[in-house]
């Protein structure tokens, strides 16, 4: 079965300190990856996606992650964190179907 | 242009209600989503479609939960006789083709709170 795991549960980053958000998975078949962000009373944005290629991928907002297969992990970076970073941050796994399977997410603190 | 929208977007039903939420996903998007996420969990899959055929429903947790796209646009999802357990936040999502490497659009959620 799929799944994701996001192994802390929050995060405290200084600004300007760089960021790195931890993600594994567990899928059977070849998986296609996803970041997304979820600010307070708004839906989740996607941050950057990964299914072939390259597997250094860049995404919105300064984000990358990047594939490693022997791992099978999937963490997300940001070399100087903003204020506005402040959210929480999803890892999703999905297929040739679709349907996402999410982590328990990530809380993203800034300290000035 | 605009989103997807979701409504509303705070719902209070007392237990044994029945509610019905409501997703208006992107213009010309093929495929639809319904998740659940509870409080300090991730979204979790309930539905699909493409067009107005629902092509998975494993997630639904009970048959008290149904979802229809009848025209192959909005979409509802209903609950009957709500149980306090069904408290959470409904997300819908849309995307372009229904291929797996498709983004998916997600809205604002809709709140529920089952007294």
């Known amino acids: 079965a799929q799944s994701v795991t996001q192994p802390d549960i929050h995060i405290t980053v200084s600004e300007g300190a760089s960021l790195e958000l931890r993600c594994n998975y567990s899928y059977g078949a070849t998986p296609y990856l996803f970041w997304y962000v979820q600010s307070p009373g708004q839906g989740l944005q996607l941050l950057l996606k990964y299914f072939s290629g390259d597997t250094l991928v860049q995404g919105i907002k300064g984000f990358e992650a990047e594939f490693k297969r022997s791992q099978s992990s999937f963490n997300l970076r940001k070399p100087s964190v903003h204020w506005s970073d402040a959210a929480e941050y999803f890892c999703a796994v999905g297929g040739s179907f679709q349907k996402l399977v999410f982590g328990t997410g990530t809380r993203l603190l800034v300290s000035p | 242009g605009a989103g997807v929208s979701q409504s509303p977007r705070y719902k209070v039903a007392k237990r044994g209600q029945d509610v019905a939420l409501r997703c208006d996903p992107i213009?010309?998007?093929?495929?639809l989503f319904w998740y659940q996420q509870a409080l300090g969990q991730g979204p979790e899959f309930l539905t699909y479609?493409?067009?107005?055929?629902?092509?998975?429903k494993s997630g639904l947790p009970s048959d008290r939960f149904f979802a229809e796209r009848p025209e192959g646009s909005v979409s509802t999802l209903k609950i009957q006789r709500t149980q306090q357990e069904d408290s959470a936040v409904y997300l819908c999502?849309?995307?372009?083709?229904?291929?797996?490497?498709?983004?998916?659009?997600f809205g604002p959620g809709t709140r529920l709170t089952v007294l």
């Open positions: 999502a849309s995307s372009l083709n229904g291929g797996g490497t498709d983004t998916q659009y």
């Open positions: 213009s010309g998007h093929v495929s």
């Open positions: 479609f493409q067009n107005e055929a629902q092509l998975d």
